[in-house]
């Protein structure tokens, strides 16, 4: 099985920009999370999508969104782009939704606002 | 509100030494699951072992090994023998399990093992 993928890789953006960035699950799995890696604050967890919705989110401003579509592939956008948003960004897949399951990361979109 | 911490920012061995990461952790849940991850410098976080609240069974998978201890709130990780492909950042998780389904990770901040020849 296909593992986590994301994209793309690197990013380059300028403050006040917006940035989309995708993320495709493993096959079969619905739930798709999303935390944000930064040296100072290390990761945290920004939402979580299943069926379509977000579903759980974390403590970070209304500029950081997202969306899920049918096929389970999620995307994530930031909007009017901070110096503080220059982070790793991964996304997590998880089989069926439940409490209990095991969250499967990608590599990961570097994104640097200059 | 759930913390984990690995108290070892860095730590530097020798191939074939042995080598313990430590993890503590704090949480109200009365069940939780607990984690391991690798970071390569590539960035992938690749998943190591998954421990429930109601399992303290030691675990052993080749040179990797985790003691679970619910007395001490610790889930420590140890490597026998290691390589220099075990070089990467080692991350301890707990889950939160959230009412409305689904969970979220609590990462400590990571111990950064430099394994050299």
């Known amino acids: 099985k296909a593992g986590v993928t994301q994209t793309p890789r690197y990013l380059i953006k300028t403050r006040g920009q917006q940035v989309t960035l995708s993320c495709s699950p493993i096959s079969g799995h619905r739930s798709v999370s999303w935390y944000q890696q930064t040296p100072g604050q290390g990761l945290q967890f920004l939402f979580e999508y299943f069926s379509e919705t977000q579903r759980n989110k974390g403590n970070f401003p209304g500029r950081f969104s997202g969306r899920q579509f049918s096929n389970s592939r999620s995307e994530m956008n930031v909007s009017t782009l901070e110096l503080g948003d220059s982070a790793l960004y991964l996304c997590a897949s998880s089989g069926q939704g439940g409490s209990t399951d095991t969250q499967y990361f990608g590599p990961g979109t570097r994104l640097t606002v200059l | 509100a759930q913390k984990v911490t690995q108290a070892q920012t860095e730590i530097s061995v020798v191939e074939k030494e042995d080598v313990t990461l430590d993890c503590v952790y704090e949480?109200?849940?009365?069940?939780?699951?607990l984690f391991w991850y690798k970071q390569p410098p590539s960035g992938e976080l690749v998943f190591l072992i998954r421990?429930?609240?109601?399992?303290?069974q030691n675990e052993i998978s080749g040179r990797y090994s985790w003691n679970f201890q619910k007395s001490t709130s610790s889930f420590n990780f140890t490597i026998t023998a290691s390589q220099v492909v075990d070089s990467a950042v080692y991350f301890c998780?707990?889950?939160?399990?959230?009412?409305?389904?689904?969970?979220?990770?609590?990462f400590g901040t990571g111990t950064q093992l430099k394994v050299e020849l």
């Open positions: 949480t109200r849940d009365t069940t939780y699951y």
């Open positions: 421990r429930n609240s109601f399992d303290e």
């Open positions: 998780a707990l889950t939160h399990i959230l009412t409305g389904g689904g969970n979220k990770l609590t």
